[in-house]
């Protein structure tokens, strides 16, 4: 259907660990709106897919980012840092997602302009809980640029 | 149900907002929710910041946790206000939500590209208006994990 491609909201998801990566899709798989989830697996991999190069450039610009802290090749507070910096990029909200309380790893976070943080419950049907919560809220009573 | 772990003191909220009907219907809303939280009520962008500041009446005032921002407001408008808090190296990790009746594209970019944590539009109707200061408690008050300090 051309018509829901054009219309759908565009996440990108950047997250290292492939077991928390499928539980997010699932849990975004539950959205009533049309959602095309693209899955990046390290930092360099978020900002080529951003920047649309090599193999991203084709990519959409992202109506939302589904950010990790820890990473793999570039980490999260440095793709965060990136993207809040460029001119066009930086008004794409990213949700950052962290497995660990670290309060200075989150207090960092925010002066680096991530618009939210949130911690990854150990428990699998929270965490698809949070996600859901995620989606519920940007997605339906925020409005994204 | 809270998922986060702020601790057990409750949440300071800075509310600016300008209309007496909407502080009092978003502070009752806020007041009903499950999880503990302190609205402290500025009527324009000045006093925001003097709240801030710690300034005038405001001299005890806390460090809020989270900032619901009116962009339509006397003496000091929100996006003057937004832009002072996302510059100040102190003050720029409170997340700002803005809360407004405006619906302008060129609004919601301004307010993105100044730093807003989000941007939640104020409807109109009775019911409407108390679901969008509800969907803000049960994701920031709920789900995200303020800063600390």
Not at chain 2, 76 to 102: D, F, N
Not at chain 2, 119 to 129: A, G, M, Q, R
Request: proline share 5%.
């Amino acid at each position: 259907m051309p018509e829901a491609r054009d219309t759908a909201i565009d996440i990108l998801l950047v997250e290292d660990s492939p077991d928390d990566a499928d539980l997010m899709i699932e849990a975004l798989k539950e959205s009533q709106l049309a959602l095309r989830v693209t899955l990046v697996e390290d930092g360099e991999q978020a900002l080529a897919y951003l920047y649309r190069q090599g193999a991203y450039l084709e990519a959409p610009r992202p109506n939302l980012i589904l950010l990790d802290l820890h990473l793999p090749r570039k980490n999260g507070h440095e793709v965060l840092a990136e993207i809040k910096e460029d001119a066009a990029l930086r008004r794409i909200p990213v949700v950052i997602l962290t497995a660990s309380e670290n309060e200075q790893a989150i207090l960092q976070a925010y002066d680096l302009h991530a618009n939210c943080c949130v911690c990854k419950p150990a428990d699998q049907e929270q965490f698809a809980l949070v996600v859901r919560k995620i989606e519920q809220f940007w997605l339906r009573f925020a409005r994204r640029p | 149900m809270n998922l986060m772990s702020n601790g057990a003191r409750p949440i300071e909220i800075l509310l600016v907002e300008d209309s007496i009907d909407e502080a009092e219907l978003t502070m009752e809303t806020l007041r009903e929710g499950r999880v503990s939280n302190k609205v402290h009520w500025a009527q324009d962008g000045e006093e925001a910041l003097d709240f801030l500041r710690r300034q005038g009446r405001h001299g005890g005032a806390p460090r809020p946790d989270l900032i619901l921002l009116d962009l339509h407001l006397p003496r000091k408008g929100g996006h003057e206000v937004l832009a002072e808090i996302k510059s100040h190296p102190q003050w720029k990790r409170i997340p700002v939500v803005i809360m407004t009746a405006s619906t302008d594209e060129k609004d919601i970019l301004a307010a993105y590209d100044r730093h807003a944590n989000c941007y939640v539009t104020k409807p109109i109707e009775l019911d409407k208006f108390m679901e969008a200061v509800r969907s803000i408690e049960d994701f920031w008050l709920s789900i995200v994990h303020l800063p600390a300090a």
